[in-house]
């Protein structure tokens, strides 16, 4: 994308379109923001790797907050200084990939077992 391409977006736009789009994500008039609770370290690490090769591949990189049970994710354009759809996209494809369940999607993968021990995100949706 074209840096003078990407839109810089207002703080009620910004509100609107986290509301209309993306479940679970807050603004805090810096960053886009979400908490991912986790039920331990390993887990902690798993989401920590799946955020950072996402933001790899797009070329788009969160702050992160890391402690045993959550992960934080702030997003914003650090070289626009504010939220773009790059912000928006990246969000979206983060809860899309942590949030995935299996079992929707095909009756061969039937996803983590709910024994505690293998316990993996604490889902939100």
């Not at 809860?95 to 009756?107: A, F, G, L, R, T």
Request: aromatic share 12%; no cysteine; net charge neutral.
């Amino acid at each position: 994308m074209n840096k003078e391409e990407v839109k810089v977006y207002t703080e009620e736009e910004i509100k609107k379109k986290l509301k209309d789009s993306i479940e679970g994500w807050e603004y805090d008039g810096k960053w886009i923001r979400k908490t991912f609770k986790t039920h331990n370290w390993k887990s902690t690490l798993i989401v920590i790797n799946t955020i950072g090769h996402l933001a790899e591949v797009a070329w788009h990189h969160p702050d992160l907050v890391v402690s045993y049970a959550f992960v934080e994710v702030k997003l914003m354009n650090h070289s626009k200084k504010g939220i773009t759809d790059l912000d928006f996209a990246l969000a979206k494809k983060i809860d899309d990939v942590i949030y995935w369940n299996p079992k929707e999607d095909s009756k061969y993968l039937e996803g983590t077992p709910a024994d505690p021990r293998f316990a993996y995100i604490k889902a939100q949706k």
